[in-house]
């Protein structure tokens, strides 16, 4: 049991590292937020669900539940009410050909797209 939670928890581990790198390297808002929300999730799932094995607290089960079920819930809606702000104030998007949204919504370019230019 006790080299099933190293494994969980080295694995967590590893995902939130992801997560943090691809925040730094990746260029646009709405790619760094993809690998904050995804690899952010299973990273901090696998982290406690490792937690969980290696204490072996009953207490501990529910909370550590109630988060991963929190987690799982808030961040997807997080994630898609901070693109669609990304995207709305006209934010600089890399390796978009072709928009599916500009019919959809209405982009404001400005003081956030002239923020992102440089970097």
Same mark, same amino acid.
């Given at each position: ?39 952010? %999730? #299973?990273?901090?799932?696998?982290? +406690? /669900? =490792? ?8 207490? !501990? ?12 819930? %808030? #961040?997807?809606?997080?994630?898609? +009410? /901070? =693109? ?8 600089? !998007? ?20 002239? /923020?992102?230019?440089?970097?």
């Amino acid at each position: 049991m006790m080299i099933l939670a190293m494994a969980l928890l080295i694995a967590g581990t590893a995902f939130l590292l992801i997560a943090a790198i691809g925040i730094v390297r990746l260029r646009d808002p709405l790619q760094r937020m993809h690998s904050a929300t995804k690899a952010g %999730t #299973l990273g901090a799932t696998l982290m +406690l /669900l =490792g937690v969980v094995l290696a204490a072996d607290i009953a207490e !501990l089960n529910w909370t550590s539940g109630l988060t991963i079920l929190f987690l799982l819930i %808030t #961040l997807p809606i997080g994630a898609q +009410l /901070l =693109g669609r702000a990304a995207y709305v104030s006209g934010t600089r !998007l890399e390796g978009l050909a072709h928009d599916p949204l500009s019919e959809e919504l209405e982009r404001h370019p400005g003081k956030a797209d002239e /923020l992102t230019r440089d970097s």
